[in-house]
């Protein structure tokens, strides 16, 4: 594995998952790994769980760690090629990420869609730009269209709290007041793909994710009838796809509530955090005994440190 880009880049999706959830067992247990090494973490947007999980978790592993905010602490980047620098960003990303290289061993990184341009988050040109230009590994903290250490968090958790049988698990959108990227709803999907589940999606018209992530997994505009029998709701917000960037409902008839969670098999309530209470879910469905947000947010210590075990070991 040279980069943590995507789930895609996991050497082993199903090693990953156990390795991180043996991690959980004894976090400590390789704690001289990082011995020597550094590990850089580079914020172009706002963190909290990422930030302090990505830390602990190489702190479990011996590694120090520097940090820096983009938005405060940084000159701006440029991150096209050939472009006069007249205006307003005075550094390079090809001189940024080879200085950053030169202090760090490896390279963590946060920036979101800009949700204005589907073609220029696609290209995820952060990302790509950083890893194209650096000389060590790159980790995704959350980019433009995945936030794949979430999703290796939420497979724990479904692992953790599977039932006896095949779980039904429903990937849900809810409204929220501000246009939100895809990448959560794009990385949760891809790892679906990886467990032994019946996974259904489901969102109101205008709402359909990309269809070449979401190709060939039940999807529907009827929440009740996608919440029927479900063991696992995983609810989210993400803008219009196909009207990209734009906000086409903001009324509360997604909003998850304990009526609908009724409906289910018992089911579990997930979300990755931050939330709006009674927004996008009700407060008796958060404070329930049901609701798993907590348990998700300390998976993301193990799904970072499984990454970060592993980019290690591979020197």
Same mark, same amino acid.
């Given at each position: 594995?040279?980069?943590?880009?995507?789930?895609?880049?996991?050497?082993?999706? %199903?090693?990953?998952?156990?390795?991180?959830?043996?991690?959980?067992?004894?976090? +400590?247990?390789?704690?001289?790994?990082?011995?020597?090494? +550094?590990?850089?973490?580079?914020?172009?947007?706002?963190? =909290?769980?990422?930030?302090?999980?990505?830390?602990?978790?190489?702190?479990?592993?011996?590694?120090?760690?520097?940090?820096?905010?983009?938005?405060?602490?940084?000159?701006?980047?440029?991150?096209?090629?050939?472009?006069?620098?007249?205006?307003?960003?005075?550094?390079?990303?090809?001189?940024?990420?080879?200085?950053?290289?030169?202090?760090?061993?490896?390279?963590?990184?946060?920036?979101?869609?800009?949700?204005?341009?589907?073609?220029?988050?696609?290209?995820?040109?952060?990302?790509?730009?950083?890893? /194209?230009?650096?000389?060590?590994?790159?980790?995704?903290?959350?980019?433009?269209?995945?936030?794949?250490?979430?999703?290796?968090?939420?497979?724990?958790?479904?692992?953790?709290?599977?039932?006896?049988?095949?779980?039904?698990?429903?990937?849900?959108?809810?409204?929220?007041? /501000?246009?939100?990227?895809?990448?959560?709803?794009?990385?949760?999907?891809?790892?679906?793909?990886?467990?032994?589940?019946?996974?259904?999606?489901?969102?109101?018209?205008?709402?359909?994710?990309?269809?070449?992530? +979401?190709?060939?997994?039940?999807?529907? +505009?009827?929440?009740?009838?996608?919440?029927?029998?479900?063991?696992?709701?995983?609810?989210? %917000?993400?803008?219009?796809?196909?009207?990209?960037?734009?906000? =086409?409902?903001?009324?509360? /008839?997604?909003?998850?509530?304990?009526?609908?969670?009724?409906?289910? %098999?018992?089911?579990?309530?997930?979300?990755?955090?931050?939330?709006?209470?009674?927004?996008?879910?009700?407060?008796?469905?958060?404070?329930?005994?049901?609701?798993?947000?907590?348990?998700?947010?300390? %998976?993301?210590?193990?799904?970072?440190?499984?990454?970060?075990?592993?980019?290690?070991?591979?020197?």
């Amino acid at each position: 594995m040279k980069h943590f880009i995507t789930l895609a880049d996991l050497p082993d999706f %199903n090693h990953t998952l156990d390795l991180a959830m043996d991690l959980k067992k004894n976090p +400590t247990q390789s704690e001289g790994l990082g011995k020597g090494k +550094t590990l850089g973490l580079l914020f172009f947007n706002p963190s =909290l769980r990422t930030r302090l999980s990505t830390q602990k978790a190489a702190q479990n592993l011996g590694l120090p760690t520097m940090v820096m905010n983009f938005s405060q602490e940084s000159w701006a980047l440029e991150f096209e090629d050939g472009t006069k620098m007249s205006g307003l960003r005075s550094e390079h990303v090809r001189e940024a990420a080879a200085v950053v290289s030169q202090y760090c061993d490896m390279v963590a990184i946060r920036a979101f869609a800009s949700l204005s341009d589907k073609e220029k988050d696609e290209a995820e040109i952060v990302l790509r730009s950083f890893a /194209k230009y650096a000389s060590v590994p790159i980790i995704n903290m959350e980019s433009a269209t995945a936030h794949p250490l979430q999703a290796l968090a939420d497979a724990i958790t479904l692992k953790e709290f599977q039932p006896a049988h095949k779980p039904k698990v429903v990937l849900s959108w809810a409204p929220h007041p /501000k246009a939100l990227p895809h990448a959560v709803g794009n990385s949760f999907t891809h790892m679906m793909r990886k467990m032994d589940a019946d996974f259904v999606i489901a969102h109101p018209e205008g709402y359909a994710l990309n269809p070449e992530i +979401t190709e060939g997994i039940p999807c529907t +505009t009827s929440q009740k009838e996608a919440l029927e029998g479900a063991d696992f709701v995983y609810t989210k %917000n993400w803008c219009s796809y196909k009207h990209y960037g734009q906000i =086409l409902r903001t009324d509360d /008839k997604w909003m998850i509530t304990p009526e609908k969670m009724k409906l289910t %098999n018992n089911g579990k309530f997930m979300h990755c955090l931050p939330i709006r209470r009674n927004i996008v879910a009700a407060d008796g469905v958060l404070d329930s005994p049901n609701s798993l947000v907590i348990q998700q947010s300390q %998976n993301r210590i193990y799904s970072a440190q499984a990454v970060l075990k592993q980019l290690l070991e591979n020197g």
